[in-house]
């Protein structure tokens, strides 16, 4: 206790009130109402000039002064903000949706949304979104008199390279914005942007250098690698494969590729130890320090993050150029105060949480534990690689887990072995960055000395991830987080008391002996003679059938380009594949088409008659010919036979001519529906088939009666009760991602399955799901259970 409280000692907590009030009042104006703000800015004003609050540690001479200070100015401009924000008239308006016309100015370079295609789209779509602020807007031909912050939604190459400071006009349809935001609409924009102005000077610089990496790392690197490294310098994740993308989130590793205060202090820092190296001295040294970060700040752009890092950063340099000490603490709150009262929504920002949390961590949390294990042997060097990584995530744990409702159990391990290469690769990506347009050559040889390192970084998270049990659910949402947070406090305070922390030891081992073998290990997964399996890809299907032979299966469907039928298929030792089945050509259905046939001998790839949307088909060939597989086409009637699986094509049995502008519901119609003959039963394979196709079906007069059906479209409420009563199913099968954002599935569906006499699977509750034979029937074999 003694190390802490002189740990304590070395602190300035003045600034920390005062920080924790403005935060505490754009929360309370944000997630409740304005007046929640103003009367906790003039509570605090009026607390301050107490004299018990004055003679207080904390609220001492400068302490006191700055709660004073906060307190007006949270009940003045900040209340003045959230007011304006939540009484702005296109907040009303975008409640009734409607055409608009919004000349605005760009507060956000274009971020590329990054999820599964739906609909008829790749992944994302090729989407992006932007923040901006409105000037002038026109809904349904009438002016809206708004000053007001919009989300613009859009696709399109003309949207892709803008960046903060162009004005231009949008036209599209409103939606309303979500609560608990400075959002007064969203605008789901459909045409290419008119009136675009030109950029500033440094912003158009910044997104050329921007643009280089990304091309010179392609040129250089491998495609996992090339799309991390630009995400490691400034954030760009939009050439980042999705399987790598899903891989750092399961590792706990997604900092990485989110530009954080680490990438600041590692960027300066190299920039000091250079000029240390020339002998500048201290003042001089802050000068251009400051130019270094003020240039990465841009070149990165206004993540919440950064922009918290770049306060931090530019307060701590001015310390050093003072010559003043014990910066660290005072510098955070101090960027805390700035930042929320320059833009409340940073209140509500994880991202914010997460660098301010993780921040405070490391200045009070990790010094006391790097000391703690040196004075028992621990060499410095391993201490630090251990104590801050750790601290990071014993502080961003209640956060994580309350807004993902998932923990990462190997987050610590995975950043340790990570930490020694960050920021080497960070340095070397910067370089590269700063000479792709002046000195090619130079930024290639940067490229290829990071090369190494960053694929020392996809190796680790992929390793990680691939643990079994590496990511546990969580209950989301506040209670979620404070159970976290209890938990974790529970932990430190264990780790100060011998006894306590015997017990919950003792606690953990028992717990682990008993749910290592059920829930992780999964003994006898995959499970003797299985003969389907529903395989958990998330949001979109990926079905396996047994042909009879050793390392054989048929597929169809093939999820999502994260690549988890991959793993998937290694589970179930599956090495041919006679054939690939595309029911239909969304992207949740082949985007992970390659990953099924690298590695693997396949036969074919079948698909149905339609051949919309265009980029999937032209991907589907692609792909193919890349691995010299041959397209084949299925039509209803065709029968397909090995030696303990029979096939049969249902439909589908109308296809409309190829059309560019169809929409989902047509792609989903044209999925190919089979009915396959098994050891185990009859199994109904319906892709995604709404309504019409399913009236088809039963206007066909097709035996559509099934052991097994595999519900039609993730579950949702597409579904005919009379298709359902035909089919007549003993087990229905949901592939359906967990928390996703289609509402999938539907709950009345599900209640209508079950009243019919049907055991209901999931794969977001029960994982990979398999049906045995078994003396002539069937039985239900799930991977795991977990939270849904």
Request: glycine residues 12%; aromatic residues 4%; contains cysteine.
């Amino acid at each position: 206790m003694t190390s802490v409280l002189a740990d304590r000692a070395r602190h300035d907590f003045r600034l920390v009130p005062a920080a924790m009030t403005v935060w505490l009042a754009g929360l309370l104006g944000l997630l409740g109402t304005w007046w929640l703000a103003a009367l906790c800015g003039g509570g605090v004003l009026a607390t301050s000039v107490l004299p018990a609050v004055r003679r207080s540690g904390f609220g001492r001479r400068h302490g006191a002064a700055a709660l004073g200070v906060v307190g007006v100015l949270c009940a003045v401009p900040v209340t003045l903000v959230l007011h304006g924000a939540e009484h702005d008239p296109l907040r009303t308006v975008a409640a009734s949706g409607g055409e608009a016309v919004l000349d605005v100015a760009l507060t956000s370079r274009a971020r590329a949304i990054r999820a599964a295609g739906y609909a008829g789209e790749p992944s994302g779509g090729g989407r992006v979104v932007l923040h901006a602020d409105v000037e002038r807007a026109v809904v349904e031909g009438e002016p809206v008199a708004s000053t007001g912050r919009v989300l613009l939604i859009a696709s399109g190459e003309g949207w892709s390279g803008l960046v903060p400071g162009q004005r231009l006009r949008a036209t599209g349809t409103l939606a309303p914005a979500s609560s608990g935001e400075l959002l007064v609409a969203v605008l789901r924009v459909r045409a290419e942007p008119t009136r675009v102005t030109s950029a500033p000077w440094w912003q158009r610089a910044a997104r050329s250098m921007r643009h280089a990496l990304r091309a010179v790392s392609a040129g250089v690197l491998d495609p996992d690698e090339a799309g991390l490294l630009p995400g490691l310098v400034v954030g760009d994740t939009s050439a980042l494969p999705l399987r790598v993308e899903e891989e750092f989130l399961d590792a706990g590793m997604s900092h990485l590729t989110a530009v954080s205060g680490s990438n600041v202090v590692i960027v300066v820092g190299a920039a000091f130890v250079l000029l240390r190296l020339l002998r500048i001295g201290p003042r001089a040294s802050a000068v251009i320090g400051g130019a270094v970060l003020l240039g990465y700040v841009i070149l990165v752009g206004s993540e919440p993050s950064v922009s918290r890092a770049g306060v931090m950063g530019a307060v701590g340099l001015l310390a050093l150029a003072l010559g003043r000490n014990r910066s660290a603490l005072p510098a955070l709150a101090f960027s805390v105060i700035v930042l929320v009262l320059a833009d409340p929504a940073m209140a509500v920002s994880i991202g914010f949480a997460l660098s301010v949390v993780a921040t405070a961590a490391l200045v009070l949390l990790a010094p006391t534990w790097v000391a703690a294990a040196r004075r028992r042997g621990v060499p410095a060097g391993v201490a630090e690689g251990i104590a801050v990584p750790l601290a990071a995530f014993v502080a961003t744990t209640p956060i994580i887990a309350g807004t993902s409702g998932e923990v990462s159990l190997v987050t610590v391990a995975a950043n340790v072995l990570a930490t020694p290469v960050v920021a080497p690769a960070t340095v070397l990506g910067v370089v590269a960055a700063g000479c792709a347009m002046v000195a090619p050559a130079l930024a290639e040889a940067a490229v290829w000395l990071a090369g190494p390192l960053v694929s020392w970084l996809v190796l680790v998270a992929r390793e990680a991830a691939s643990v079994p049990g590496a990511v546990i659910g969580w209950p989301d949402g506040w209670w979620g987080g404070l159970v976290a947070a209890f938990m974790c406090i529970g932990v430190l305070v264990a780790v100060r008391s011998r006894l306590l922390l015997t017990v919950l030891t003792a606690g953990s081992v028992g717990v682990a002996i008993v749910a290592i073998p059920v829930f992780v290990v999964m003994p006898g997964w995959p499970p003797p003679r299985w003969v389907f399996v529903a395989c958990d890809v998330g949001q979109g299907d990926g079905l396996v059938l047994s042909t009879g032979e050793r390392g054989s299966a048929v597929v169809v469907d093939a999820g999502t380009e994260l690549g988890d039928i991959d793993r998937c298929l290694d589970r179930l030792d599956v090495e041919r594949v006679p054939m690939v089945v595309l029911s239909h050509l969304h992207a949740d259905h082949i985007g992970g088409l390659a990953a099924v046939l690298d590695g693997r001998a396949v036969g074919a790839i079948a698909v149905g008659e339609g051949r919309t949307p265009d980029w999937a088909w032209r991907q589907v060939v692609a792909t193919g010919r890349r691995f010299d597989v041959t397209v084949l086409e299925l039509s209803a009637g065709q029968r397909l036979t090995w030696p303990s699986l029979r096939l049969r094509v249902l439909g589908p049995r109308y296809v409309p001519p190829p059309d560019p502008d169809a929409d989902g519901t047509e792609v989903n119609n044209a999925s190919v529906v089979l009915k396959a003959e098994t050891s185990a039963g009859s199994v109904l394979l319906t892709g995604d088939v709404e309504l019409a196709a399913q009236a088809d079906l039963l206007a066909a007069g097709e035996d559509l009666r099934a052991d097994v059906l595999k519900v039609p479209h993730h579950g949702s409420s597409s579904t005919l009760p009379r298709f359902l009563d035909v089919v007549d199913p003993t087990v229905a099968v949901i592939s359906v991602g967990a928390r996703n954002r289609y509402g999938h599935p539907n709950t009345m569906l599900i209640d209508e399955l079950r009243s019919g006499g049907a055991a209901v699977v999931r794969t977001d509750i029960s994982g990979d799901i398999a049906l045995v034979a078994v003396d002539g029937g069937l039985r239900i074999v799930p991977a795991r259970a977990r939270s849904p």
